[in-house]
């Protein structure tokens, strides 16, 4: 059975965030993984399972070695959706700078 995972429910995990990263840097191993953390190789493999179900990561089999790798378009959907916000803010600061005008301009 394949279960689908929200990309949201992956990266609200700091563990997943860390391991996000340092694919970002580069491939790696699973056992490269785990050398990170202080966790077992059991507990970094089920957020590796996690992190591969929501697509986050793609998984290339090289001989014996599963080497796993960033998905960069599925990091961009996050990006996609994080962008509202920042927008959002954005305008919602300008309209503040405005009222703070109105208020400087009345006050003199």
């Known amino acids: 059975m394949d279960i689908r995972r929200d990309v949201f429910q992956a990266i609200a995990d700091p563990t997943r965030r860390a391991i996000i990263l340092l694919l970002a840097i580069g491939s790696m191993t699973p056992n490269g993984l785990a050398d990170h953390f202080q966790t ?4 970094v493999s089920k957020h590796i399972k996690v992190l591969t179900e929501c697509e986050i990561l ?32 954005a305008k919602r600061f ?3 700078d405005e009222v703070l005008q109105q208020l400087k301009q009345n006050k003199k």
């Open 40 to 43: 077992s190789r059991q507990a």
């Open 58 to 89: 793609t998984q290339q089999q090289q001989g014996r070695e599963i080497i796993y790798h960033l998905n960069a378009d599925k990091m961009k959907d996050i990006e996609k959706w994080l962008e509202q916000f920042r927008l959002l803010l």
């Open 94 to 96: 300008d309209q503040l």
